[in-house]
């Protein structure tokens, strides 16, 4: 089975449901694409790189935003723990291990939870996309128009 296929058969009932769904998804309070102060360096580039890219094709509103900017936090973390790694290595002068790979850990499940909780891994984009609505072909109605 290929990426985006689906075994599952729904009543015509359960694909309306779904498809008001999917647009009730687009009737809150659209998100501000401003980063809030706080991000700067890293963060503020994922920030830009995921509202230039990403925001528009999901449906987020003004209550994802502080998780977006949970996650670019998390990103910075990450890649400051990274540097201190790099710089003082996984072992201290003093034989301890570094608590960079701690923060460092904590970071990575961290953006793992704020992007599952965003749908930016691909199954998540995959939900999205199969919540998608489709136009269903009537052949009454083609056989109408003819």
Same mark, same amino acid.
């Given at each position: 089975?290929?990426i985006?296929?689906?075994?599952?058969?729904? +009543?015509?009932?359960?694909?309306?449901?779904?498809?008001?769904?999917?647009?009730?998804l687009?009737?809150?309070?659209?998100m501000?694409?401003?980063?809030?102060?706080?991000?700067?360096?890293?963060?503020?580039?994922?920030?830009?790189?995921?509202i230039?890219?990403?925001?528009?094709?999901?449906?987020?509103?003004?209550?994802?935003?502080?998780?977006?900017?949970?996650?670019?936090?998390?990103?910075?973390?990450?890649?400051?723990?990274?540097?201190?790694?790099?710089?003082?290595?996984?072992?201290?002068?003093?034989?301890?291990?570094?608590?960079?790979?701690?923060?460092? +850990?904590?970071?990575?499940?961290?953006?793992?939870?704020?992007?599952?909780?965003?749908?930016?891994?691909?199954?998540?984009?995959?939900?999205v996309?199969?919540?998608k609505?489709?136009?269903?072909?009537?052949?009454?109605?083609?056989?109408?128009?003819?």
């Amino acid at each position: 089975m290929k990426i985006g296929e689906s075994n599952s058969h729904y +009543s015509r009932e359960q694909k309306e449901q779904r498809q008001i769904a999917n647009e009730r998804l687009f009737d809150y309070q659209e998100m501000s694409e401003s980063p809030p102060a706080v991000l700067t360096g890293v963060a503020l580039i994922e920030w830009e790189r995921i509202i230039s890219t990403v925001k528009q094709e999901m449906p987020w509103s003004e209550n994802d935003y502080q998780m977006l900017v949970a996650y670019c936090l998390a990103v910075k973390i990450m890649y400051d723990a990274q540097s201190d790694l790099n710089e003082r290595g996984l072992i201290l002068e003093d034989g301890k291990s570094n608590p960079a790979v701690r923060v460092q +850990s904590q970071a990575i499940k961290d953006m793992r939870l704020c992007s599952q909780s965003l749908a930016m891994t691909l199954d998540g984009r995959l939900k999205v996309e199969l919540n998608k609505p489709t136009k269903e072909v009537d052949p009454f109605e083609e056989l109408m128009q003819q």
